[in-house]
Nanobody, 119 residues
Framework: QVQLVESGGGLVQAGGSLRLSCVVS????????MGWYRQAPGKQRELVAV???????NYADSVKGRFTISRDNAKNTGYLQMNSLKPEDTAVYYC?????????????WGQGTQVTVSS
């Protein structure tokens, strides 16, 4: 069974840092793109950052220069380093991954991890 499990969320003061992790487990052949999304209360889920299998990255304008997405292919793990956090970064953060399985490619989502930034 394929799973994505996020960790690293929590409560932090404005200006602080957190590092989120997303571990992919199960019978997979390969991982293509990995991404982080977030959803604040009453708002739609939005893209935060994405990284391709080759390491190319893209960020939402609101997090450029503060957040860094990375991955460790040997560990099937993706990361989101979040610095200079702001109260408006408060949200549930979800990772996703485009996985190649025996039966084809499919996008999977993690269960989410709460990030709360206090002012």
């Amino acid at each position: 069974q394929v799973q994505l499990v996020e960790s690293g969320g929590g409560l932090v003061q404005a200006g602080g840092s957190l590092r989120l992790s997303c571990v992919v487990s199960g019978s997979i052949i390969s991982i293509d793109a990995m991404g982080w999304y977030r959803q604040a209360p009453g708002k739609q889920r939005e893209l935060v950052a994405v990284i391709t299998s080759g390491g190319s990255t893209n960020y939402a304008d609101s997090v450029k220069g503060r957040f860094t997405i990375s991955r460790d292919n040997a560990k099937n793990t993706g990361y989101l380093q979040m610095n200079s956090l702001k109260p408006e970064d408060t949200a549930v953060y979800y990772c996703n991954a485009d996985l190649t399985l025996i039966l084809g490619m499919r996008r999977y989502w993690g269960q989410g991890t709460q990030v709360t930034v206090s002012s």
